[in-house]
């Protein structure tokens, strides 16, 4: 199975690519952000404690977002892998990751990140709340925390992932189409 990490701060464009990326290479997309979505939709306990941290700009705790990764490695058949989206998004869920992996033996192919300045993030979020009216969209005051949620808990990601050779970077600047060519010329090597 190939497990590829869909990578980059709010708003870079993640949600949008990662449709085109499982479709061309046969891979099931774990959206992270969506599933607890989902969970707070539905009105489960588990949603009910996430709403508050996800609508504050903060991360809900490690292992809640690995319970629901596991589960659907265990449960999902038929694909050639795996598209992480919004996963891992600390240093201790990439070595839980990790970990999950090592148990058959497998590990990280590769990280996919897609990477846009601070500036562009607020004007994209702005734009996707005018259709969404996702809940953690709603003011700028949220979008910053998420910003700098990002900054602190998940950028060092990008060291982690390059002393494991596993980081690649496009410029997720430009069109959804430009964007894309660049993504699938770079996943084309794995
Ligand atoms: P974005 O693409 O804007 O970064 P997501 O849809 O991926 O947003 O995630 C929305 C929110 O869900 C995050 O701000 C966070 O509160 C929560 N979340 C999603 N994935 C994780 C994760 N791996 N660990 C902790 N919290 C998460």
Request: glycine residues 8%.
């Amino acid at each position: 199975m190939k497990y590829f990490i869909l990578f980059g701060p709010p708003g870079a464009g993640k949600g949008t690519q990662a449709t085109a990326m499982v479709e061309k290479f046969n891979l099931c997309h774990i959206s992270t952000g969506e599933l607890l979505r989902n969970e707070i939709a539905s009105g489960s306990e588990l949603g009910k404690q996430a709403k508050a941290l996800i609508e504050s700009g903060s991360l809900v705790p490690d292992e809640v977002v690995e319970g629901m990764i596991e589960n659907k490695f265990r449960t999902v058949r038929n694909v050639e892998g795996f598209l992480l989206d919004g996963f891992p998004r600390t240093i201790a869920q990439a070595e839980s990751l990790d970990q999950m992996l090592a148990k058959t033996g497998e590990s990280v192919t590769s990280v996919v990140s897609i990477m846009i300045p601070d500036s562009l993030i607020m004007e994209r979020i702005r734009h996707r709340a005018s259709i969404e009216g996702r809940a953690d969209d709603a003011s700028e005051e949220i979008v910053n925390n998420r910003i700098k949620t990002y900054h602190e808990k998940t950028e060092p990601l990008i060291e982690f992932y390059k002393k494991a050779g596993k980081y690649a970077e496009v410029d997720g600047t430009g069109n959804i189409e430009e964007v894309r060519t660049r993504i699938f010329d770079l996943m084309n090597k794995f």
